[in-house]
């Protein structure tokens, strides 16, 4: 299925967010992503959202779904903290240091490849995108405890350093983990076609 949505319907989304958000700060923030790239990221480099303005239509799409679910399941979870952990968790894909994380994977003869249309820029030191988030953000917005760490672990037990979080679930974490496998496994994927695992 064709996404009818443009890179314009979820800047106006993104920015809808934003304005229910009070935290000094976040204008700055805002201007380094939009130099570094972060509105027209791809937000993987073949599974979802591997397509300019990828990154985005998820971190829309995580913080809408989060902010639905906490009504039901967690009011008291601050809104701000789930605007704040669900547009920004990812933004570690977008550009650091001056460096995108994801560069264009043309083939040979110079065509993007459709199967692999990005790769991990390899002038980049692998730092794991989550921990690179909650680095940028700090350095322009305070952020509380509980944010950096539904930052962090934001991927669960999916990866081998989310094993601490075992017993130590806490009501953001586990909003922005579920809505982050849900729109990554289902939201987008009717958009892009998923062939295995490992969809980070
Ligand atoms: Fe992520
Ligand atoms: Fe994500």
């Known amino acids: 299925m064709k996404n009818m949505f443009t890179n314009a319907d979820y800047r106006k989304r993104f920015n809808?967010?934003?304005?229910?958000?009070?935290?000094?700060?976040?204008?700055?923030?805002?201007?380094?992503?939009?130099k570094n790239g972060f509105f027209v990221a791809p937000c993987s480099s073949q599974y979802h959202g591997a397509r300019e303005g990828g990154l985005l239509e998820h971190s829309v799409n995580v913080t809408e779904l989060a902010l639905k679910l906490r009504e039901v399941i967690a009011c008291d979870?601050?809104?701000?903290?789930?605007?704040?952990?669900?547009?920004?968790?990812?933004?570690?894909?977008?550009?650091?240091?001056?460096?995108?994380?994801?560069?264009?994977?043309?083939?040979?003869?110079?065509?993007?490849?459709?199967?692999?249309?990005?790769?991990?820029?390899?002038?980049?030191?692998?730092?794991?995108?989550?921990?690179?988030?909650?680095i940028l953000l700090t350095k322009f917005m305070p952020l509380t405890e509980q944010e950096v760490y539904a930052i962090l672990y934001h991927n669960g037990l999916y990866t081998p350093d989310g094993r601490v979080i075992q017993g130590k679930e806490t009501p953001l974490l586990l909003l922005i983990h579920f809505a982050?496998?849900?729109?990554?496994?289902?939201?987008?994927?009717?958009?892009?076609?998923?062939?295995?695992?490992?969809?980070?």
């Open 16 to 34: 809808d967010l934003l304005s229910r958000v009070n935290r000094g700060g976040v204008d700055n923030l805002v201007d380094y992503l939009e």
């Open 180 to 200: 982050d496998m849900w729109a990554s496994r289902f939201t987008e994927v009717e958009y892009t076609p998923v062939t295995d695992g490992g969809l980070f």
């Open 77 to 134: 979870v601050p809104e701000e903290s789930v605007i704040i952990a669900g547009l920004f968790h990812d933004c570690g894909k977008a550009g650091y240091y001056g460096k995108q994380n994801y560069t264009e994977n043309r083939l040979k003869g110079g065509k993007l490849s459709e199967s692999k249309p990005y790769a991990t820029n390899g002038d980049r030191l692998p730092m794991p995108h989550q921990t690179v988030s909650a």
